[in-house]
């Protein structure tokens, strides 16, 4: 038995072969063209043909609206403490830091105790002042230190650094005779014990 396929196919053949000879016969014998008959019976329908080939993918469509925001979630359970890693390298050494503010003063300490008396010291030179003249009773009478048999005074003369010109300073007065440059201007002998005589 043919398939519909088939039997289509020999129904077209059959057809184009009846067409072509009444065309031939019209020509031949000059026959007229009747009038057209009713239309046939609508035949089966034909196989399903072949898939055809993917379209274009067309344009991107424009962005929707943003939707609401979900409810937030609950919290998860705490995760498993880790463990502990590696001790670190020293780290770098830090700025010393500022001086601390100084501080209260401690209480006293005890008194120590008395240290050993120290050995006698001697005897001292003597420091005494002498009056040059006795009998000068002007407002500034001159006198002399006598330390141990030596006497100083302010020594009226020239000195080396100034040999042209007399200046006083304070100099030893060696055994001899002298004059008073202030007071009543006597004259006076020092003797070699650190004694005066007129």
């Known amino acids: 038995m043919k398939t519909l ?3 289509t196919k020999d129904a077209v053949i059959l057809c184009f072969i009846v067409g072509m000879a009444c065309i031939a016969m019209s020509a031949l014998s000059g026959c007229g063209k009747g009038d057209t008959g009713a239309s ?8 399903t043909g072949l898939t055809g080939a993917t379209g274009s993918q067309g344009p991107q469509g424009a962005q929707g609206t943003v939707g609401p925001q979900g409810p937030v979630g609950s919290q998860g359970i705490p995760g498993i403490q880790g463990p502990q890693g590696p001790i670190g390298s020293q780290g770098v050494r830090g ?17 120590g105790t008395n240290g050993a008396n120290g050995v006698n010291g001697h005897d001292g030179t003597s420091v005494t002042t002498i ?25 009226w003369g020239s000195a080396p650094y100034s040999p042209s010109t007399s200046e006083a300073f304070l100099s030893l007065i060696k055994p ?10 006597c004259h006076f002998t020092v003797n070699g014990d650190g004694t005066i005589s007129p």
Do not use: H, R, W
Request: proline share 5%; charged share 15%; net charge negative.
């Open 131 to 155: 009056k040059f003249c006795n009998d000068d009773t002007s407002a500034f009478p001159e006198y002399g230190i006598v330390i141990g048999l030596n006497i100083y005074a302010v020594y």
């Open 176 to 185: 001899g005779n002298y004059m008073s440059t202030g007071g009543n201007g």
């Open 40 to 47: 046939g019976a609508l035949g089966p329908q034909g196989e």
């Open 95 to 111: 700025v010393q830091g500022i001086q601390g503010l100084e501080g209260a003063d401690g209480t006293p300490g005890l008194s």
């Open 5 to 7: 396929k088939e039997q």
